[in-house]
């Protein structure tokens, strides 16, 4: 049962969290200057977008979850020697 959300903190909630805390920092850093700030607000609200971009992707998937998981964990195995 907890497969789907399992996934979905692997593919999308690192973006969900970096994006916020990217924006947050931005909002909260008042003595940069001011293009820092728009860059590092912008690159969070990009990460936030990505986030819903995977999330839907999840959702409209095809694929079984157990399934994709699966891959995702036989990609990873494969990546590191």
């Given at each position: 049962?907890l497969?789907g959300f399992?996934?979905?903190?692997?593919?999308?909630?690192?973006l969900?969290?970096?994006?916020?805390?990217?924006?947050?920092?931005?909002v909260?850093?008042?003595?940069?200057?001011?293009?820092?700030?728009?860059m590092?607000?912008?690159?969070?609200?990009?990460a936030?977008v990505?986030c819903?971009?995977e999330?839907?992707?999840?959702i409209?998937?095809?694929?079984?979850?157990?399934?994709a998981l699966?891959r995702?964990?036989?990609?990873?195995?494969?990546?590191?020697?």
């Amino acid at each position: 049962m907890l497969d789907g959300f399992e996934l979905w903190l692997r593919k999308a909630g690192g973006l969900l969290l970096m994006g916020v805390v990217m924006a947050g920092y931005a909002v909260a850093r008042e003595r940069w200057w001011l293009p820092w700030r728009l860059m590092v607000l912008l690159a969070g609200i990009g990460a936030v977008v990505g986030c819903g971009v995977e999330t839907w992707e999840l959702i409209r998937s095809q694929e079984p979850t157990k399934t994709a998981l699966d891959r995702l964990e036989a990609a990873e195995q494969g990546e590191s020697p």
